[in-house]
């Protein structure tokens, strides 16, 4: 059974710092990629990050480039968000997908998605 559970969100003020992680069950990660997304209320989803468990490559949007970092362990990634802004407020979600089928900073290629957790950056 192939589950991803999201966790770590929560209220930060801006300028702040969050680490969400994605924890994996059910699955060997060896040929995946793991990608964060987020959706804001009235927006598409998009892509925020994703790291490929073949060979360690990510990938980041440009409007978090320099502020988040995405890392992994054996069946964990991490999204280490720092300089919040009231923008990055959104639900966020790990999804993942075959690193043969995956097109980095879309939702291509993924088949599995968690249930989210909501980061909002307010004062």
């Known amino acids: 059974q192939l589950q991803l559970v999201e966790s770590g969100g929560g209220l930060v003020q801006p300028g702040g710092s969050l680490r969400l992680s994605c924890a994996a069950s059910g699955f060997t990660l060896d040929y995946y990629v793991i990608g964060w997304f987020r959706q804001a209320p009235g927006k598409e989803r998009e892509g925020v990050s994703s790291i490929s468990y073949r060979d360690g490559s990510t990938y980041y949007a440009d409007s978090v480039k320099g502020r988040f970092t995405i890392s992994r362990d054996k069946n964990t990634v991490y999204l280490q968000m720092n300089s919040l802004k009231p923008e990055d407020t959104a639900i966020y979600y790990c999804?993942?997908?075959?690193?043969?089928?995956?097109?980095?900073?879309?939702?291509?290629?993924?088949?599995?998605w968690g249930q989210g957790t909501q980061v909002t950056v307010s004062s």
């Open positions: 999804a993942a997908g075959h690193n043969s089928f995956v097109v980095p900073g879309t939702k291509l290629g993924y088949g599995y």
